[in-house]
């Protein structure tokens, strides 16, 4: 196992102070964290230059509303599937298709929810399953989504590297198939994870209108003409919405 990063640790010590504590003043911390003061001094202003902490006009620091932020996130990402449940049942009632959902994690895409469809022929995924950010509609959904300085950051230092027979592996076609698929509120993709199946994805929001899930349904390519694929990207849209007014979305 790695050694721990000595500034992280230091930093950790500090913010769970405030654990115990709703706000204390820089002699304080240096005296409950046992930090050397100048030390001290220097990861209390990092945190609070981050937003980790905020400083009052009495010079007593409290916890950041950046905290409050990704506990949302956090409580939407464990809520999320749970919600978006029955929206998934009656889509795929209605569609006769597979219905998945995604969330971001890092440089990849984790299934986190599906209902099946009682086709013979059938795309199978397993919740937990894993795929990159650039392939496949319900997680290039999320890509395309996602702040633009850190979505060209991602795609610069990404490997595009083949998943099925037609993944996108050109980093200029990306950058455009990104901006199409934010400006139209819909991704699709064909033979990008699974070969001869589509995939149709829409993205859900939460409440600050952040990306916080793809949905998406797919299948056999056989069963998606051109007519049934227009008529699909309504009804994958029209149920991401729905998801994402229940979350607070307007």
Do not use: W
């Not at 395309?144 to 795609?155: C, T, V």
């Not at 050109?170 to 950058?175: A, Q």
Request: aromatic share 6%; hydrophobic share 40%; glycine share 6%.
């Amino acid at each position: 196992m790695q050694s721990k990063n000595k500034t992280v640790v230091k930093s950790m010590t500090i913010l769970n102070l405030f654990r115990i504590h709703s706000a204390l003043t820089l002699n304080e911390i240096v005296q409950m964290s046992n930090l050397p003061k100048t030390s001290a001094h220097r990861m209390v202003g990092s945190l609070t230059e981050m937003g980790f902490l905020t400083k009052d006009f009495e010079g007593n620091y409290s916890l950041g509303l950046l905290f409050l932020e990704y506990g949302q996130l956090v409580s939407e990402r464990l809520d999320l599937p749970k919600i978006a449940k029955p929206y998934m049942e009656a889509l795929r009632d209605d569609v006769n298709e597979a219905v998945n959902l995604t969330i971001r994690d890092g440089n990849e895409a984790l299934y986190v929810e599906k209902v099946d469809t009682d086709h013979p022929v059938r795309l199978f995924t397993k919740v937990g399953r894993r795929s990159p950010l650039y392939s496949g509609a319900c997680s290039r959904i999320l890509l395309a989504h996602i702040d633009e300085k850190e979505q060209e950051s991602y795609i610069r230092t990404i490997d595009l590297k083949p998943v099925g027979l037609k993944t996108i592996t050109d980093k200029e076609v990306l950058r455009n198939v990104l901006k199409q698929s934010r400006t139209d509120g819909v991704a699709i993709s064909y033979s990008e994870l699974e070969n001869n199946t589509v995939s149709i994805a829409a993205p859900i929001f939460n409440i600050s209108g952040q990306v916080i899930g793809g949905l998406s349904v797919a299948g056999p390519e056989s069963r998606f003409p051109e007519t049934r694929v227009a008529e699909m990207i309504e009804k994958v849209k029209q149920t991401a919405n729905q998801i994402s007014c229940k979350l607070g979305f307007n």
